[in-house]
């Protein structure tokens, strides 16, 4: 499917795996391939969600909001806080009876030893390589394709990635949209209107 995409729709992918990993998320799901739909502007389509108020940065915002970074969110350190616990103490504390960056990644356990050739380290997925795609993010993907087949387009733009997204039955971008105050079901209507004039 990738090889019908067009350069704009292959930078959306590579910039949700960038949002992704900004995030300290370890997976791309629907939230980071909106986030890559943003981030090209100029595409045939986004200017809808622009019209909208729905900007890149808005869309980050409404991420860390509904999904949050890696690790406790802002709601569950506000939480701790009502119990008596500075996670920022916390942290302190622990970094200056273990080092700085002691709560950063878990410790790695060690395997038995055994003679072994030797590898070259290399740095985990989620902050170099190819991070998963969620099943949701794979299923607006596939959609993305058919809404291709159904304008008669040879090949899958970032127009149709955004109306991949837009699935009626929901995912977490379709949630990011309506908090932001986008009804999904008008913007796929303002989109493809603006698709056809196009065309």
């Not at 019209?51 to 939480?79: K, N």
Request: glycine share 10%; charged share 30%.
């Amino acid at each position: 499917m990738f090889e019908r995409f067009t350069p704009g729709a292959r930078q959306v992918v590579v910039r949700a795996q960038e949002e992704a990993r900004s995030f300290g998320h370890t997976w791309v799901g629907t939230e980071h391939l909106l986030l890559g739909v943003l981030a090209q502007p100029g595409a045939r389509g986004v200017s809808a969600l622009m019209d909208l108020g729905v900007t890149l940065d808005t869309g980050r915002a409404a991420l860390i909001q509904i999904v949050g970074r890696a690790g406790l969110g802002a709601s569950d350190a506000d939480a701790l806080r009502t119990l008596g616990i500075d996670l920022d103490d916390v942290r302190r504390r622990v970094e200056a009876a273990f080092g700085p960056g002691a709560l950063d990644h878990p410790p790695r356990h060690r395997a038995r030893q055994r003679p072994r050739l030797r590898r070259a380290r290399c740095e985990p997925a989620y902050r170099s390589g190819h991070l998963p795609f969620m099943p949701r993010a794979k299923r607006a993907l596939e959609r993305s394709r058919r809404e291709a087949v159904d304008l008669d387009d040879r090949h899958i733009g970032v127009e149709h990635i955004l109306l991949g997204l837009l699935d009626p039955k929901g995912n977490t971008a379709v949630d990011l949209l309506r908090h932001l105050g986008t009804d999904p079901q008008a913007l796929r209507a303002r989109v493809l209107d603006r698709v056809r004039r196009a065309a």
